[in-house]
């Protein structure tokens, strides 16, 4: 085998460790995210369970009032929320807010409220929902909050992971002060 050969067999196997090198860095970044993805479900299916075996999930609920005093300026939206508003096509019914969510973090503990000011109002993972979770459990379009006689309901819009509502598996629900939501790995607590 010539000198040249020798170099460009070297160089090719060089390349391809290179190359195998890269790999192994991404499936350790991936699998360290997928952890991370399993913890954070394992978490809330650990949660539907209490709640549906016990009716509690060991927090203390807040009334609106005292986190509306809690919160600084609840009613400023960031940039990407106006945006959206601004991209939405008028299809919605505007209403007084007479109820709402509070939405919990990872450990349990109150993140943020959101009020149903409007109807439809969406909820998903996609960006242009009304309520965007940071949650890849949840689709893209997972499920959608309407009115009718005053009365608020929550229909799944086909998620592959379910909606539960107070740890029962739900395509749509009647909402009540009190209930507890699981959207993939979100929790939600329903105010009024």
């Given at each position: 085998m010539s000198i040249i050969s020798q170099a460009a067999v070297i160089l090719l196997i060089l390349f391809m460790i290179s190359i195998l090198i890269r790999s192994n860095h991404e499936l350790d970044e991936a699998a360290v995210g997928g952890e991370h993805f399993v913890d954070s479900w394992a978490i809330a299916q650990a949660k539907k369970e209490e709640y549906q075996l016990t009716g509690k999930t060991g927090e203390e609920e807040m009334d609106f009032a005292d986190r509306e005093e809690e919160e600084d300026d609840r009613a400023s939206y960031d940039q990407e929320e106006e945006e959206a508003e601004e991209e939405k096509v008028p299809m919605t019914r505007t209403l007084e807010p007479e109820i709402g969510f509070l939405l919990l973090d990872e450990e349990?503990?109150?993140?943020?409220?959101?009020?149903?000011?409007?109807?439809?109002?969406?909820?998903?993972?996609?960006?242009?929902?009304?309520l965007v979770l940071d949650d890849l459990s949840v689709a893209r379009n997972h499920c959608i909050i309407d009115e009718a006689e005053g009365k608020y309901y929550l229909n799944d819009l086909g998620s592959g992971t379910g909606t539960y509502v107070d740890g029962k598996r739900t395509d749509n629900a009647l909402l009540e002060r009190g209930m507890h939501i699981f959207l993939g790995a979100s929790e939600l607590i329903v105010e009024r």
């Open positions: 349990g503990h109150p993140d943020r409220s959101v009020m149903i000011d409007h109807v439809p109002f969406s909820i998903g993972h996609g960006s242009g929902n009304d």
